[in-house]
Protein backbone atom coordinates (compact mmCIF):
# COMPACT_ATOMS: atom_id res chain seq x y z
CA UNK A 1 0.00 0.00 0.00
CA UNK A 2 1.43 3.67 -0.71
CA UNK A 3 -0.01 6.04 1.51
CA UNK A 4 0.49 10.18 1.52
CA UNK A 5 2.63 10.81 4.22
CA UNK A 6 0.81 12.62 7.06
CA UNK A 7 1.98 15.90 8.58
CA UNK A 8 1.34 14.95 12.14
CA UNK A 9 4.78 15.85 14.39
CA UNK A 10 4.86 12.51 16.92
CA UNK A 11 6.49 12.66 20.03
CA UNK A 12 8.68 9.51 21.08
CA UNK A 13 5.93 8.99 24.21
CA UNK A 14 2.79 8.96 21.70
CA UNK A 15 5.05 6.53 19.16
CA UNK A 16 5.65 4.25 21.94
CA UNK A 17 2.44 4.34 23.29
CA UNK A 18 0.86 3.16 19.68
CA UNK A 19 3.95 0.84 18.65
CA UNK A 20 3.28 -1.52 21.80
CA UNK A 21 -0.53 -1.97 20.92
CA UNK A 22 0.68 -2.96 17.29
CA UNK A 23 3.18 -5.06 18.67
CA UNK A 24 0.56 -6.68 21.32
CA UNK A 25 -2.04 -7.11 18.41
CA UNK A 26 0.24 -8.00 15.53
CA UNK A 27 3.68 -9.31 16.83
CA UNK A 28 7.02 -7.59 16.10
CA UNK A 29 7.50 -8.14 12.70
CA UNK A 30 4.48 -5.65 11.97
CA UNK A 31 5.72 -3.35 14.50
CA UNK A 32 9.27 -2.94 13.12
CA UNK A 33 7.04 -2.02 9.91
CA UNK A 34 5.12 1.21 12.10
CA UNK A 35 5.88 4.12 10.68
CA UNK A 36 3.30 7.09 12.08
CA UNK A 37 3.32 9.57 9.06
CA UNK A 38 2.77 6.68 6.45
CA UNK A 39 0.62 4.20 7.71
CA UNK A 40 -1.26 4.93 10.84
CA UNK A 41 -4.14 7.50 11.03
CA UNK A 42 -7.04 8.49 12.05
CA UNK A 43 -10.53 7.58 10.84
CA UNK A 44 -10.71 10.83 8.54
CA UNK A 45 -6.77 10.68 7.60
CA UNK A 46 -7.56 7.00 6.29
CA UNK A 47 -10.92 8.40 4.64
CA UNK A 48 -9.12 11.45 3.19
CA UNK A 49 -6.84 8.60 1.44
CA UNK A 50 -9.94 6.97 0.10
CA UNK A 51 -9.61 4.08 2.55
CA UNK A 52 -12.28 3.07 5.26
CA UNK A 53 -11.98 1.18 8.55
CA UNK A 54 -12.50 -2.54 7.73
CA UNK A 55 -15.92 -4.13 10.29
CA UNK A 56 -14.86 -4.52 13.73
CA UNK A 57 -11.96 -3.17 13.71
CA UNK A 58 -10.92 -1.37 17.21
CA UNK A 59 -8.73 1.75 17.08
CA UNK A 60 -5.57 2.18 18.61
CA UNK A 61 -5.43 5.00 21.09
CA UNK A 62 -2.65 7.96 20.80
CA UNK A 63 -2.85 11.25 22.45
CA UNK A 64 -1.72 14.70 21.18
CA UNK A 65 -0.54 17.65 22.96
CA UNK A 66 -3.10 20.79 22.35
CA UNK A 67 -3.49 24.52 22.91
CA UNK A 68 -6.96 25.68 23.40
CA UNK A 69 -8.73 28.67 24.60
CA UNK A 70 -11.15 27.97 27.41
CA UNK A 71 -14.55 30.26 27.71
CA UNK A 72 -12.62 33.19 29.47
CA UNK A 73 -10.38 33.39 27.13
CA UNK A 74 -7.21 32.04 28.14
CA UNK A 75 -5.11 29.86 26.37
CA UNK A 76 -4.26 26.64 27.88
CA UNK A 77 -2.69 23.31 27.12
CA UNK A 78 -3.04 19.84 27.54
CA UNK A 79 -3.20 15.98 25.99
CA UNK A 80 -6.11 14.88 24.13
CA UNK A 81 -6.74 11.16 23.69
CA UNK A 82 -6.92 10.07 19.73
CA UNK A 83 -8.26 6.94 17.88
CA UNK A 84 -5.62 6.44 15.01
CA UNK A 85 -5.97 3.06 12.84
CA UNK A 86 -3.13 0.87 11.57
CA UNK A 87 -2.94 -0.09 7.54
CA UNK A 88 -3.43 -3.86 8.69
CA UNK A 89 -6.90 -2.15 9.96
CA UNK A 90 -8.12 -0.64 6.98
CA UNK A 91 -9.58 -1.39 3.36
CA UNK A 92 -9.39 1.19 0.11
CA UNK A 93 -13.29 1.95 -0.01
CA UNK A 94 -15.24 -0.05 -2.53
CA UNK A 95 -12.89 -3.10 -1.23
CA UNK A 96 -15.34 -4.59 0.92
CA UNK A 97 -18.03 -5.10 -1.44
CA UNK A 98 -15.76 -6.72 -3.75
CA UNK A 99 -14.80 -9.54 -1.22
CA UNK A 100 -18.05 -10.21 -0.72
CA UNK A 101 -18.85 -10.41 -4.68
CA UNK A 102 -16.05 -12.75 -5.07
CA UNK A 103 -16.90 -15.20 -2.02
CA UNK A 104 -20.70 -15.33 -4.05
CA UNK A 105 -19.15 -16.09 -6.84
CA UNK A 106 -16.75 -18.89 -5.52
CA UNK A 107 -20.00 -20.45 -4.17
CA UNK A 108 -22.35 -20.64 -7.05
CA UNK A 109 -18.80 -21.77 -9.25
CA UNK A 110 -19.15 -24.84 -6.52
CA UNK A 111 -23.18 -25.12 -6.82
CA UNK A 112 -22.65 -25.57 -10.33
CA UNK A 113 -19.56 -27.95 -9.93
CA UNK A 114 -21.66 -30.29 -7.66
CA UNK A 115 -24.58 -29.79 -9.87
CA UNK A 116 -22.77 -30.94 -12.50
CA UNK A 117 -21.07 -34.10 -11.52
CA UNK A 118 -24.89 -35.13 -9.58
CA UNK A 119 -25.81 -34.89 -13.74
CA UNK A 120 -22.80 -37.69 -14.21
CA UNK A 121 -23.80 -40.28 -11.70
Known amino acids: MNFTTSIY???QQT????LKQILDKYGAD???KYEPKENCFTFN???ERGYQIKKGEKALKSSIFIKYTDKEGKTKAGF???NVFYYLQVEKIGEENK???ELIAVNHL???????QLAFL
Open 110 to 116: EMETKGE
Open 99 to 101: QDD
Open 30 to 32: EAR
Open 45 to 47: GWK
Open 9 to 11: KNS
Open 15 to 18: RSLV
Open 80 to 82: KTI
